[in-house]
């Protein structure tokens, strides 16, 4: 059974990009805010969900970057959208996680970084998006047409993507 997620790129007027910093397997990974598609929901409800509970920013969805599938022995059957976002309201704050109890939150903070910036961080998921987000933002292409398969984990577990890069 497929369980799906979405992600959203937002960025603000400067050309930064909303960044999440959350904790993971003993670790802070930076990524943009989203999370699962709960019962009941398509991809764009979600993202605007995940979004406000994140962030407390209120967002439309303007496009698509990547959808990305993953089928693999451990995590079974995976896909995360990539959306596109632009903010119509709100106040930028840390949020929380619902799911979690208040001293398991793993959300630390968030905020608009540059592309430099994100250069130079030691854990950004997926581990292509710098390389690739700001072809999809500066092109204005819908990535609707962009469709990545991801490979099976590598032995050090990472994800490959079809050209064999971790991710």
Not at 47 to 71: F, P, Q, S
Not at 119 to 146: I, T
Request: charged fraction near 35%; glycine fraction near 8%; proline fraction near 4%.
């Amino acid at each position: 059974m497929w369980v799906g997620g979405v992600r959203v790129i937002i960025k603000n007027e400067k050309d930064e990009i909303l960044m999440l910093c959350q904790h993971h397997e003993d670790r802070d990974i930076w990524m943009v805010p989203g999370g699962a598609i709960e019962d009941g929901e398509n991809s764009i409800e979600a993202a605007i969900r995940e979004v406000k509970e994140e962030t407390h920013l209120d967002i439309r969805i303007t496009g698509v970057a990547w959808h990305v599938e993953e089928v693999s022995p451990e995590r079974g059957q995976r896909f995360v959208n990539y959306m596109i976002g632009e903010i119509v309201g709100g106040e930028l704050a840390l949020g929380w996680d619902p799911e979690l109890p208040e001293m398991e939150q793993v959300m630390k903070e968030v905020r608009f970084l540059s592309r430099e910036e994100i250069a130079k961080l030691d854990h950004v998921y997926p581990k292509f998006f710098n390389e690739e987000v700001w072809d999809v933002l500066c092109d204005k292409r819908d990535g609707r047409a962009y469709y990545k398969l991801r490979e099976p984990w590598t032995t050090d577990g990472y994800m490959k993507d079809k050209k064999g890069r971790e991710s």
